[in-house]
């Protein structure tokens, strides 16, 4: 079956960096099939979207990240990256990977739209 799973969380202080990265099997040519994003949902807050890729590899941020944070995408490792740079301590959250079958000019940005999920890494950012 499809399994997410994340790494690359920790603690940093404000204005650092981090590097998450999902690695996805159960599925052939997984991140050629699949529509991959990144969410994060921090303590009393909703689950929000925070970029995604196309199969094609095209991407799509949420203004709150957008310039700082860039999404990418390994198809021979099958592992989706996130690189977050100017990090504040308001980024402090568990950050999900996920993924589902889309069409290829086609990538959702809600949660709904998603089937899989990784188990989550916390990010906290001190100031």
């Known amino acids: 079956q499809v399994q997410l799973v994340e790494s690359g969380g920790g603690s940093v202080q404000a204005g650092g960096s981090l590097r998450l990265s999902c690695v996805a099997s159960?599925?052939?040519?997984?991140?050629?099939?699949?529509?991959m994003a990144w969410f994060r949902q921090a303590p009393g807050k909703e689950r929000e979207v925070l970029a995604t890729?196309?199969?094609?590899?095209?991407?799509n941020y949420a203004d709150s990240v957008k310039g700082r944070f860039t999404l990418s995408k390994d198809n021979a490792k099958n592992t989706l990256y996130l690189q977050m740079n100017s990090l504040k301590p308001e980024d402090t959250a568990m950050y999900y990977c996920?993924?589902?079958?889309?069409?290829?000019?086609?990538?959702?940005?809600?949660?709904?739209?998603?089937?899989?999920w990784g188990q989550g890494t916390q990010v906290t950012v001190s100031s």
């Open positions: 996920a993924a589902d079958r889309m069409a290829l000019g086609a990538c959702s940005s809600r949660q709904a739209d998603f089937g899989y």
């Open positions: 159960g599925a052939p040519y997984f991140t050629y099939t699949y529509c």
């Open positions: 890729i196309r199969r094609d590899g095209a991407t």
